[in-house]
């Protein structure tokens, strides 16, 4: 893996923070504490539906986790169009 984990510098924005250690990407990302657990749908074998049961389990709201599937469903994509793998 290619990419750079340390907690986040700035105060007023904790979490997770992550980047590519190559510069492939310009992005740097800051995954908020509650969010972090949900990384571990991001494997390519959890489906949109495990993400969703867990964020609707986290947040208690249908509508939220529906907009973060909306969300990551895109990003997956994203990813896998640039790094050329097979993503599900």
């Known amino acids: 893996m ?11 924005r904790p979490g997770l923070l992550i980047r590519d250690s190559f510069g ?17 749908f991001f494997d390519g074998v959890s489906t949109n539906l495990d993400l969703r049961e867990y ?12 907009w973060s599937v909306i969300f990551a ?6 990813a896998c169009s ?4 097979t993503c599900r």
């Open 24 to 40: 492939y990407s310009e992005a740097t990302l800051i995954i908020p504490p509650p969010l972090v657990e949900a990384l571990q």
């Open 55 to 66: 964020l609707v389990r986290l947040t208690g709201s249908l509508r939220s986790a529906t």
């Open 73 to 78: 469903t895109r990003w997956r994509v994203a």
């Open 2 to 12: 290619n990419l750079d984990f340390m907690p986040s510098p700035v105060p007023e």
């Open 82 to 85: 640039k790094t050329m793998h």
